[in-house]
């Protein structure tokens, strides 16, 4: 197997295992493309006429795991930012309502936050707020309109239940993983072997990009980790099994 001559042409799946405490933090076996990249770091002594290079010195070895993925989840998101996860969020929402009968009264779909309900006309969309007061979901009018007619109203919605949220701050920084990887790969004698990789000490760089279309291909997200030595000096380990 030693000089077996063999190619790849499949993803690794890979799971991210908390550095610090050696738990499972994420199974990521939704990527569509995962590369490993060496780096390291050549400097040289020279000497004599023409000033050759005489002795080479290696250093500074690392490199880098990057993964593209279409496939999002709230965990992966933390895991690039080091954000904290809640189950409390709350979010505007804006809603086109139409006062009572008698002009004044409007019912909202929701509890709104304290202080947070704003009334337009119709026509007038974040234009001159009406003066309104706010008892529970409903919003009474000071000066009364035509019964019947159209308003927009925006107010601040709070959800407590089926909710996912990741909090950011700039003070939140990535963990360290340790990372295993799991693919094939084909030798010219058709032979099909699995192949597995350790990176012993990762960090996840705090770059992310998410983007909104509605049109092409469904967005991607690129993740880049740094390669780092662990306490025992090892960086990667590249495993090829004959079954």
């Not at 080091?82 to 809603?95: H, L, M, N, P, Q």
């Not at 000066?143 to 601040?156: E, F, P, Q």
């Not at 306490?231 to 495993?239: A, F, K, P, R, Y």
Request: aromatic letters at 8%.
């Amino acid at each position: 197997m030693t000089n077996s001559t063999m190619a790849n042409r499949e993803v690794c799946d890979l799971i991210f295992v908390d550095y610090a405490t050696k738990k499972p933090f994420l199974n990521l076996d939704f990527a569509n493309v995962s590369t490993t990249e060496l780096t390291g770091e050549s400097v040289f002594a020279f000497g004599g006429k023409g000033h050759p290079k005489r002795v080479q010195f290696a250093g500074e070895r690392g490199g880098t795991l990057t993964i593209e993925t279409q496939i999002q989840t709230v965990k992966l998101w933390q895991l690039i930012t080091g954000g904290e996860t809640s189950k409390s969020a709350k979010f505007i929402v804006r809603a086109e309502l139409a006062v009572d009968e008698a002009g004044t009264s409007i019912t909202l779909a929701d509890t709104p936050a304290a202080g947070s309900v704003v009334v337009y006309a119709d026509g007038d969309d974040c234009g001159t707020a009406l003066a309104s007061t706010v008892d529970g979901k409903t919003v009474t009018l000071e000066n009364a309109l035509a019964g019947g007619s159209k308003t927009i109203v925006y107010y601040m919605k709070e959800l407590t239940n089926g909710v996912e949220r990741i909090n950011i701050k700039s003070t939140s920084f990535p963990k360290n993983f340790t990372v295993y990887g799991d693919t094939v790969m084909k030798t010219e004698n058709d032979e099909v072997l699995p192949y597995k990789l350790t990176a012993y000490k990762v960090a996840p760089q705090s770059n992310m990009s998410l983007s909104f279309s509605n049109s092409g291909d469904p967005g991607s997200i690129t993740i880049t980790c740094d390669l780092m030595a662990d306490s025992n000096n090892n960086i990667l380990d590249l495993v090829l099994i004959d079954e």
